[in-house]
């Protein structure tokens, strides 16, 4: 990489206008982990081009990823998915500048749309289940991750999958403990998943305030999560004794899910349970 650097010094020199080279640079730059020059480095092929896809793309990527500012590189990105919507590395990066934004269900879309055109890409595939993950979508999830570490290729966020990985388990797995989860919820507060399994534990044990105070941080995590929703909808009707929460969450879950006759089904009885009886009879009949 230095020779590759030091060559491409040279002929910018004599060629400064060159993009092409510019964005090769760039992209040394980053493999060296020097990201101001890297940013710079797009920035320069951006001035001279601003319909660069390749530079929108990089430079979006890496303010979101590497840089932590989101949304300048959503504008970035945006532009790029605009000028180029079929390329699918382009809707994996607005997927992903969308996922480090918190709108799990749109970079979700995303991500389903380029994933199986970059199924050989073990980032695309991770991206593809952190974003199932966030959106409870578990077999997806677990799919996407399987598929992420089953190389030998080495990509960021190979960790990462495998702890997720690993608080999804499977039929066949040992499930994690109480006191598992709270630990992993110690280093990463932020895992809706790993606070839904803590409320089912808790809800096994009929520990029931401390079960919806788990599903309630979830929903802090990601607010149009269903089954948070719906389990908190249960308890409130039930065992909390709290119709009007009960009603409320119950209503949430209706508007995210509007035809989806499986909610409808279960709310039809959290609204029975709550004593909207005109409600559920039309959610039941539903």
């Known amino acids: 990489l230095p020779q590759a650097l030091s060559e491409l010094q040279a002929y910018l020199v004599k060629r400064p206008d060159n ?99 970059l199924a050989q890409n073990p980032t695309s595939q991770f991206h593809l289940g952190m974003a199932s993950y966030m959106m409870a979508q578990t077999e997806q999830a677990r799919a996407a991750f399987r598929e992420a570490l089953k190389g030998s290729q080495d990509f960021a966020g190979k960790e990462e999958a495998q702890r997720r990985l690993t608080v999804l388990g499977d039929d066949s797995s040992v499930k994690l403990s109480r006191e598992q989860l709270e630990s992993m919820l110690k280093q990463q507060p932020d895992d809706p998943f790993a606070r839904l399994r803590l409320a089912e534990s808790y809800e096994n044990q009929k520990a029931f305030a401390n079960a919806a105070a788990e599903y309630e941080h979830a929903l802090k995590i990601n607010p149009k999560l269903i089954s948070p929703l719906i389990k908190l909808a249960q308890l409130n009707a039930g065992p909390l004794q709290n119709r009007e929460k009960a009603l409320e969450f119950a209503k949430t879950a209706r508007q995210l899910a509007p035809t989806d006759a499986n909610v409808a089904g279960v709310l039809g009885h959290v609204a029975y349970d709550a004593g909207n009886f005109i409600w559920a009879y039309s959610l039941l009949q539903e």
């Open 19 to 117: 993009t092409q080279t510019l964005l090769t640079l760039g992209l040394i730059y980053e493999k060296q982990k020097d990201l101001a020059k890297a940013r710079d480095a797009y920035e320069k092929v951006l001035a001279k081009n601003p319909e660069s896809v390749p530079a929108l793309n990089n430079l979006a990527y890496l303010y979101a990823d590497k840089l932590n500012q989101p949304d300048k590189a959503y504008d970035l990105a945006r532009k790029a998915h605009e000028l180029q919507a079929a390329d699918p590395s382009v809707a994996d990066t607005l997927g992903w500048v969308l996922y480090k934004k918190g709108d799990y269900q749109q970079a979700l879309a995303l991500f389903q749309e380029s994933s199986g055109k």
